[in-house]
């Protein structure tokens, strides 16, 4: 019997079977931020066990409030930026060298195909999109995994999803997980993994599978998994010349990782694009989603374009193809977040910030900013947010706000609009 | 180990989630204690107050499918501990938040949908109470002059959590 990409990972990494259905792996990297390590750290102390396991293996980011807003975050910067100190992280990115960590540690080639990787952030299943096994985990597991290098998981079952068919003008990766989500619900995938397959994301980016993978905890899944090929050779490139001898022997071996053509699923979903149109929440859940002809018009007040989601260049560049030569509608307000440094640079290299800025948006540092409502970008009470994130929940963007979930382009094109807008006229 | 059981909160909606469990702007509280006004501050349920004496006096709270789904934040088991509730009764819950709770030495503990049912039948007992027997893997629900008992299952090593009173010491020493 064959196995699936995370049944491989699981058996190279697996340190024990404690007891019957848990099963404790070896991790290759634990990513940490600022709202939820700060806890951890104070509890090790406390606990006389201040110690990291490895820490070439702990990579650090100052990225949810920042620069920070006031004493309290300050000194939750503090508390990470003395740890990395005191125990010797390198890669620990402070104020000018911060942004989104699931934008950030990819873009620094830290993710490789068949890691396991935790964090204490619930969209680590971004991860997944190098062929890793990436999971959020509270802030506990985190302690865990910063002291010992393990973390315990239950054997997730595996969901395969074969995506096919070529994207219609207009249609992006974020259409295609929201309508997967509103396909299945928010529980669909709980205590499995997403393993997606398929022409559509073979065709696809590494920022586009990032998309994807991120948006599965939305559906309960515990990782998205995309399947590592010569495009994730090509994105991790730079970083692993020094290992192989030619891309092509990189991917001869990442493809160990690929699952099996007779790996055993526990449910397999088709998916077919060509008719997919883009697609938008309406609700306080994930799942709850419409097509863009079912909400064309609906009232906006504001348009957020950024996140671990929906912040990369690409993202940026699709947004800019719209915008240009247009103003935001002067009933709306717009703010863009570049999920890191590297992407504001090379924007304002292309001349992207200067397309968001001419329509009148505001352009912030690299953060996540407004997606969770924690600093900038928060919405009053009645307020509606046109939002390229990951999450609608009531109150999520600020208390009595309400956010409705798309890709850049359709975030765009209702930016110009000042309501919800088909961005496939702008194309 | 902690104690478990006592005056129930019923929540009756599927996908209650983190951020309406504790909003993200409270993230910033360095210390558990400092969460404890915010507990299911966002949540809006007919009858439900996060104020209400209801929700002060429970000790376990009730409710149904996908219960904590969302974010990571352990802040969501933490308000809860702090506000002295110890265990959640659901049809399921999100993967993270399960084992968070089981992480602290708390309990989320599974029940069919005709349990719950049954156990919701309790809503409007001003005098609803529960006691939960997690090495025996049984609760019984009181209320309004009446008492039902139910079985669950916690996995072995859920329990082995509880009864360690969490991951890190049970971790420490093991690995």
């Known amino acids: 019997m064959g196995k699936t990409t995370a049944e491989k990972i699981f058996d190279a990494h697996l340190v024990n079977e404690p007891f019957p259905g848990t099963k404790v792996l070896r991790l290759d990297a634990v990513l940490c931020h600022e709202i939820t390590t700060p806890i951890a750290i104070d509890d090790l102390i406390r606990r006389d066990k201040d110690r990291v396991f490895d820490p070439t293996k702990i990579k650090a980011v100052i990225d949810h409030v920042t620069p920070s807003k006031d004493t309290k975050t300050a000194t939750q910067a503090k508390i990470l930026r003395d740890w990395a100190r005191r125990h010797d992280i390198k890669d620990f990115f402070d104020v000018g060298a911060n942004g989104v960590c699931h934008a950030l540690f990819p873009e620094r080639g830290f993710i490789r195909p068949g890691y396991t990787v935790i964090m204490g952030d619930s969209h680590t299943c971004t991860h997944g999109a190098f062929g890793a096994f990436a999971a959020g985990i509270g802030t506990t597991d985190l302690e865990v995994g910063i002291l010992k290098g393990v973390c315990a998981f239950r054997q997730p079952k595996t969901i395969k999803f074969n995506v096919n068919g070529t994207l219609p003008k207009g249609v992006y990766a974020k259409d295609v997980i929201l309508h997967i989500i509103g396909k299945i619900g928010v529980n669909g995938a709980t205590d499995r993994v997403m393993e997606f397959h398929g022409s559509t994301i073979n065709d696809m980016t590494m920022e586009s599978r990032m998309t994807l993978c991120n948006m599965a905890i939305e559906a309960g899944g515990t990782s998205g998994i995309c399947q590592p090929d010569m495009t994730t050779v090509d994105y991790l490139w730079p970083f692993i010349q020094g290992d192989f001898a030619s891309k092509e022997a990189a991917l001869a071996d990442y493809s160990q990782w690929r699952a099996d053509a007779d790996a055993e699923y526990d449910q397999t979903i088709e998916i077919d694009v060509a008719t997919l149109q883009p697609t938008i929440t309406f609700g306080y859940k994930p799942d709850q989603v419409k097509t863009i002809s079912e909400i064309a018009g609906t009232p906006i007040d504001q348009i957020y374009i950024g996140s671990c989601t929906n912040g990369r260049l690409e993202d940026l560049r699709i947004a800019a193809q719209i915008l240009k030569g247009h103003k935001l509608a002067p009933n709306v307000r717009g703010i863009l977040s570049p999920a890191t440094p590297k992407i504001q640079q090379e924007a304002m290299r292309e001349g992207l910030i200067d397309i968001f800025m001419e329509a009148g948006f505001c352009v912030t540092n690299p953060t996540c900013g407004a997606c969770l409502g924690m600093s900038n970008g928060v919405l009053a009470d009645g307020e509606v947010c046109a939002s390229t994130t990951n999450r609608n929940f009531m109150g999520r963007m600020g208390k009595g706000g309400m956010v409705h979930l798309m890709s850049p382009a359709t975030a765009a094109a209702s930016a110009i609009e000042g309501k919800i807008a088909d961005p496939r006229k702008y194309l | ?175």
């Open chain 2, 1 to 175: 180990m902690k104690t478990f059981g006592g005056p129930v909160l019923f929540l009756d909606r599927g996908d209650i989630n983190t951020d309406e469990i504790i909003p993200a702007k409270y993230l910033t509280e360095i210390t558990k204690e400092d969460l404890k006004p915010y507990i299911l501050e966002d949540l809006k349920l007919p009858g439900f107050d996060p104020k209400g004496e209801r929700t002060i006096n429970a000790r376990v709270i009730v409710s149904r499918a996908n219960f904590g789904c969302g974010s990571s934040r352990e802040h969501a088991p933490w308000v809860f501990e702090v506000n002295g509730i110890t265990a959640v009764i659901a049809e399921s819950f999100a993967r993270i938040f399960r084992q968070n709770m089981f992480n602290c030495g708390m309990a989320a503990i599974e029940l069919p949908k005709a349990d719950l049912d049954l156990i919701f039948s309790h809503a409007g007992d001003s005098d609803a109470s529960m006691s939960i027997d997690i090495e025996a893997g049984t609760l019984i629900m009181n209320g309004g002059g009446k008492q039902k008992s139910f079985s669950f299952e916690i996995s072995p090593f859920d329990k082995a959590l509880v009864l360690a009173g969490g991951w890190v010491d049970y971790a420490d020493k093991n690995y």
